[in-house]
């Protein structure tokens, strides 16, 4: 089964006679470096973790010559991973791998850009290496999760995920992740009541409300299913509904779904085209040309 993680400008009335004046156009502020090293690295960090990726670059290129290399090969790798860019993060994090003191944060970083490289196998080495100097990384299980579940060895996931959980009891990225991991195997019910966990600590997460979403509609509870859908949303919502009744042989009530879809968004909707062409499949129906039309 396929399955689908102001710029405010003010304007001040002049209300005098008097003449300003001139006024030196503001030069944006350059934030000053902490003076110790660990709150350098913190700052920097934060930065990465927080999606200020412009504000990291910045501090790890004016720091270079003040931190230990180490430290800026690691932050580097850290920032490549964070910004998309996973080759380069594995080409820095497998420099460090052997470091004393580093070594185990580089394993791990190795590791999730193994993964986002899809080398499971080679990411399962990082990974366990990473987990065994530090067990008690929250991300190093959940990332130990993702890839167990991608090479459908259950048992190790569903450890990976409860090790995560007991160190971190609120982790939304966990019950996400194993949300997830749920819906690989069928496990319908419990996939919908991981991703409400998820959602109940970070109602944000749109992966978590779509994940919640398909485990409930592949329960055929349609009406819930789209609780939450807005005007913006219908579309994907749909597409997603409509394939688990699809996937569950609901075909009539799929192809409700995908032609609304079809009707709902302004664009030509190439996925629930694709849906609908594979519902016909299925179904041994031929398509009406006409749903494509606006």
């Known amino acids: 089964m396929r399955i689908s993680r102001l710029l405010a400008c ?21 934030e000053v470096l902490p003076a110790s090293p660990d709150l350098l690295i913190g700052r920097i960090e934060a930065a990465i973790t927080g999606d200020l990726l412009d504000v990291a670059r910045d501090l790890i290129a004016r720091s270079a010559a003040t931190l230990p290399p180490q430290q800026v090969v690691r932050l580097s790798a850290e920032y490549a991973l964070a910004s998309g860019s996973p080759e380069d993060a594995a080409n820095g994090f497998a420099t460090l791998t052997s470091d004393p003191v580093l070594g185990g944060n580089a394993q791990l970083g190795l590791g999730l850009a193994r993964l986002r490289l899809g080398q499971n196998a080679q990411a399962i080495t990082a990974l366990d290496a990473a987990l065994a ?8 299980w959940i990332a130990r999760g993702v890839a167990a579940d991608r090479g459908r060895d259950w048992p190790n996931a569903e450890t990976a995920y409860a090790k995560a959980l ?13 949300g997830y991991s749920q819906l690989l195997r069928g496990r319908f019910v419990e996939a919908a009541a991981d991703s409400a966990r998820a959602l109940a600590i970070d109602p944000k997460s749109d992966v978590a409300r779509n994940n919640l979403r398909l485990a409930q509609a592949m329960q055929g509870d349609y009406k819930n299913a789209f609780k939450g859908s807005t ?19 609901d075909y009539g009530i799929a192809e409700t779904f995908f032609t609304r879809a079809m009707q709902s968004n302004p664009q030509f909707d190439r996925i629930a085209w694709d849906n609908l062409v594979y519902l016909k499949q299925l ?7 006409g749903v494509a039309l606006k």
């Open 166 to 178: 007991a160190l971190e009891p609120a982790s939304a990225s966990a019950y996400t992740n194993r």
């Open 133 to 140: 100097i530090n067990p008690g990384s929250v991300r190093g």
């Open 10 to 30: 003010t304007c001040l009335a002049l209300t005098t006679t008097v003449v300003s004046a001139a006024v030196a156009p503001s030069v944006p502020a350059v």
């Open 231 to 249: 005007k913006l949303t219908m579309a994907r919502d749909l597409n997603t509904v409509g394939f688990a009744a699809m996937s569950r042989g």
């Open 283 to 289: 179904a041994h129906k031929p398509i009406d040309p």
